[in-house]
């Protein structure tokens, strides 16, 4: 009489990978798509990071007024201004690429330190994705 073959500890994790990737994946999909119906509703502060933007894009360098003698800082991040005048040069809508950048970075920081994690902790990405992408949903 023969006896059923039993499952392995790595069969285990193998399905349980695979439930955590495909859960992580639903996830991302879902907020993504919650994300993409809202409508888009500067705040003051953007519109002051689009005219930097609109400065530095047509060559007048980090300035409010285009006829400022010297550079100002009144800007929140020089990181936003610097990618938003990308957009200028290229023809984009600044509140469109705003929204573009905050979707991708959105999507990036979870998976890249649930990657790094997974490194770090020795334990299956998909694990570590679904554990980052739990934490950024509670935070």
Same mark, same amino acid.
């Given at each position: ?70 550079? #100002?800082?009144?800007?929140? /991040? @020089?990181?936003?201004?610097? %990618? &938003?005048? *990308?957009?200028?040069? $290229?023809? !984009?809508?600044? =509140?469109? #690429?705003?929204?573009?950048? /905050? @979707?991708?970075?959105?999507? %990036? &920081?979870? *998976?890249?330190?649930? $990657?790094? !994690?997974?490194? =770090? ?19």
């Amino acid at each position: 009489m023969r006896l059923p073959a039993t499952r392995h500890s790595g069969d285990s994790w193998t399905w349980i990978t695979r439930l955590a990737l495909a859960a992580t994946a639903g996830y991302l999909l879902w907020l993504t798509a919650c994300l993409i119906g809202k409508p888009a509703i500067p705040w003051d502060d953007h519109f002051i990071s689009y005219i930097y933007s609109r400065n530095l894009a047509t060559g007048h360098g980090l300035r409010y007024n285009a006829t400022d003698a010297s550079p #100002t800082e009144g800007f929140s /991040s @020089l990181t936003h201004v610097v %990618l &938003v005048a *990308a957009g200028y040069r $290229l023809g !984009l809508d600044p =509140l469109l #690429t705003t929204r573009v950048l /905050s @979707l991708l970075f959105f999507l %990036l &920081v979870p *998976a890249t330190l649930g $990657l790094s !994690l997974a490194g =770090l902790l020795h334990v299956p990405a998909s694990a570590a994705l679904l554990l980052t992408c739990a934490a950024q949903l509670l935070l």
